[in-house]
């Protein structure tokens, strides 16, 4: 794209990369297109939904799940976030009181 006009003609596309050219990530990191999709589970089993989306705050970003009609929403904490699996697309979470 070598001008404004012919970037405003790709307004609204999408923009795709292959997956092996991003670079590798931390521990503990990982990209919003691994986690959406996901099914969230308390640490003791209890099925809370497939991850719809991800909002991003200020200090933390915010994991949107949805089950049933319901929405609940997530902190992405160390604390409450307590595993991970991308390749079972599981993850394990300890809810905050309240939640």
Excluded: C
């Excluded at 719809?52 to 200090?59: D, H, K, N, Q, V």
């Excluded at 319901?70 to 079972?88: F, M, N």
Aim: without cysteine.
């Amino acid at each position: 794209v070598n001008d404004r006009d012919a970037a405003e003609t790709l307004r609204g596309g999408g923009l795709y990369i292959e997956k092996s050219r991003l670079p590798t990530l931390e521990d503990d990191h990982f990209y919003w297109f691994e986690l959406i999709g996901m099914e969230v589970y308390t640490e003791d089993g209890r099925f809370l939904g497939r991850l719809a989306s991800i909002l991003p705050t200020g200090s933390n970003d915010v994991y949107v799940v949805h089950h049933a009609g319901q929405e609940t929403l997530i902190p992405a904490l160390a604390s409450v976030v307590k595993r991970i699996d991308t390749a079972a697309r599981r993850m394990e979470v300890i809810l905050p009181e309240g939640l």
